[in-house]
């Protein structure tokens, strides 16, 4: 996938200075998003706001060192807040439910929705339903179950933890924004924020 970005330097334009003095922020790179959005478009059947997963992130990091040296997009801290290749539900969307899982996104509270239910025995069969069937329907009917539990206080905890400080990033959106959040805050507060894979970063899984 990387060689096939080579043309990627042109599309970025000038960067900024990443010899930063010692304890100031070194910039992102510039048009990130869009940079992303790129590489991953060089994968055939990627579509803007797809459901991407930790090699995903941790290829377009290793480009980004190579291309523009460390910085907060870069942290590694970042592709352990992604799922993981064999997760339910990246491994349900890239081997087959791609096409039903974009409709389920958009009819439900996206990617993080379909994710919890896949984490029990109950989603993981209605993911497969779903994806045979080549209807939502599955999904939908497991999600309005589970959120009867949490209506009667059964799923409180559950939800305590969906939002907690270390929730999973889904699209390459949630990656960005992650990033651009970290980053602004760590400025407006004058920390460190420059080193690629040490604590100087502070703790970008820190929300």
Not at 24 to 46: F, H, K, M, V, W
Not at 157 to 182: I, M, P, S
């Amino acid at each position: 996938m990387i060689q096939n970005l080579l043309c990627l330097v042109v599309a970025i334009g000038s960067l900024a200075n990443w010899n930063s003095p010692a304890g100031q922020i070194r910039p992102l790179p510039a048009n990130l998003a869009e940079t992303l959005d790129l590489y991953l478009s060089s994968d055939a059947g990627y579509k803007s706001g797809d459901l991407i997963t930790r090699s995903n992130i941790a290829e377009f990091q290793l480009y980004l060192r190579r291309t523009h040296g460390h910085s907060v997009a870069t942290h590694s801290r970042w592709t352990e807040r992604m799922l993981k290749d064999r997760d339910t539900l990246a491994y349900s969307f890239y081997n087959g439910g791609a096409d039903l899982l974009r409709r389920a996104e958009k009819e439900t509270a996206g990617y993080e929705e379909i994710h919890r239910i896949g984490r029990t025995a109950l989603g993981r069969r209605a993911l497969k339903q779903a994806i045979a069937s080549k209807s939502i329907q599955p999904i939908l009917d497991v999600i309005a179950e589970t959120s009867k539990k949490q209506v009667s206080g059964n799923g409180r905890q559950e939800q305590e933890n969906r939002t907690g400080r270390r929730g999973h990033l889904y699209t390459a959106a949630d990656y960005v924004a992650a990033v651009e959040k970290f980053h602004a805050a760590a400025k407006s507060e004058n920390q460190p924020a420059d080193s690629g894979e040490d604590a100087a970063n502070g703790n970008p899984s820190v929300q």
